[in-house]
């Protein structure tokens, strides 16, 4: 594989773009780098965003340039990207009642019982690939493709934290009160945000993540 293209990002920030493919090779190439810049890190480096296909890196523009981040990344050694530890979350969600409003469309759209969709979710192999949208969104790839469907074609206010919600390839568990044109199909009790805590966000670019079931009564508990 060729290396990312660095191209300039505001006056205080570089993109390193490894092109338009999603995929777990690409996006295992942006962890890479993050990782590889993460440790040794220069005194210019002010944050890192990884995304699915390109890694952001903000610098201190007092002390460090374009030019001088470019040759730094370009230098690192990111051979390594295979080997990089991952931690595996085991979520557990509920799928009844009012945990899971949408889930009787998404089957009988999908022409599957609600215990298939139930299934089809639990057997994903999901990866968190960004955070977005709003704080401690975790947008997760791995849904089963007979699980896909495109959002609904207008939100729905009022779902609540932990809400476990697909939409496509992707799967994602609320942090806030919220509307959403995603398909709710469960709840969660754990919460990927915390801001109470030293590490806020639960989750790290790259890890993976295992959903379990569980009723109203452990969901409620």
Known sequence: MNGPV????????????????????????VVALDHALAADRPAWLV????????????????????????NHLRALDTSTADLLPTTTHVIPVCYEGDAAPDITQVAATLGISPEAVIAAHLAGDYRVFMYGFAPGYAYLGGVPGKLQLP????????????????AGPQCL????????????????????????SERPF????????????????????
Request: avoid cysteine.
């Open 47 to 70: 944050e890192t965003v990884p995304a699915y296909t390109s890694l952001l890196i903000v610098f201190d523009p007092l002390t460090s340039d374009h030019a001088e981040v470019t």
């Open 173 to 196: 568990i609320t942090t806030l009160e919220m509307p959403t044109g995603w398909w709710v199909i469960g709840r969660t009790p754990v919460r990927v945000l915390d801001v109470a």
């Open 202 to 221: 639960l989750f790290e670019p790259g890890d993976k993540v295992r959903f379990t079931r569980i009723g109203l009564a452990d969901l409620h508990a």
């Open 151 to 166: 959002r609904k074609a207008a939100a729905v206010r009022g779902h609540p934290v932990g809400s476990v919600m697909v």
């Open 6 to 29: 660095f191209r300039a990002a505001g006056s205080d920030a570089l993109l390193a773009d490894f092109g338009g493919e999603i995929s777990e090779a690409v996006f295992a190439r």
